[in-house]
Nanobody
Framework: QVQLAESGGGLVQPGGSLRLSCAAF????????MGWYRQAPGKQRELVARITNGGSTDYPDSVKGRFTISRDNAKNTVYLQMNSLKPEDTDVYYC?????????WGKGTMVTDTS
């Protein structure tokens, strides 16, 4: 059974930092492209960061230079380091694993700013 377990969400002040983690179970992690997405109520889920199985990364302009995605294949874990957080970064963040036509999602972790 495939499971993606996010952790690390919480309250953060504007300008602060937070690190999200996503542990993967039931997949051959190193073969999967991994991503972080976020979704606000009433809005579409959007890509925040993506890292391929080869280690290439991709970010939308809204987070480029502030967020960093990384992976540890030995720990079957992908991370999202978020710096210089803004109020508009408040969302539920979801972990995604994708390979060929297979895609899996975690249940999400909430990031909320305190402003």
């Amino acid at each position: 059974q495939v499971q993606l377990a996010e952790s690390g969400g919480g309250l953060v002040q504007p300008g602060g930092s937070l690190r999200l983690s996503c542990a993967a179970f039931g997949i051959i992690f190193r073969n999967y492209n991994m991503g972080w997405y976020r979704q606000a109520p009433g809005k579409q889920r959007e890509l925040v960061a993506r890292i391929t199985n080869g280690g290439s990364t991709d970010y939308p302009d809204s987070v480029k230079g502030r967020f960093t995605i990384s992976r540890d294949n030995a720990k079957n874990t992908v991370y999202l380091q978020m710096n210089s957080l803004k109020p508009e970064d408040t969302d539920v963040y979801y972990c995604n694993a994708e390979r060929d036509l297979m895609t899996y999602w975690g249940k999400g972790t909430m990031v909320t700013d305190t402003s």
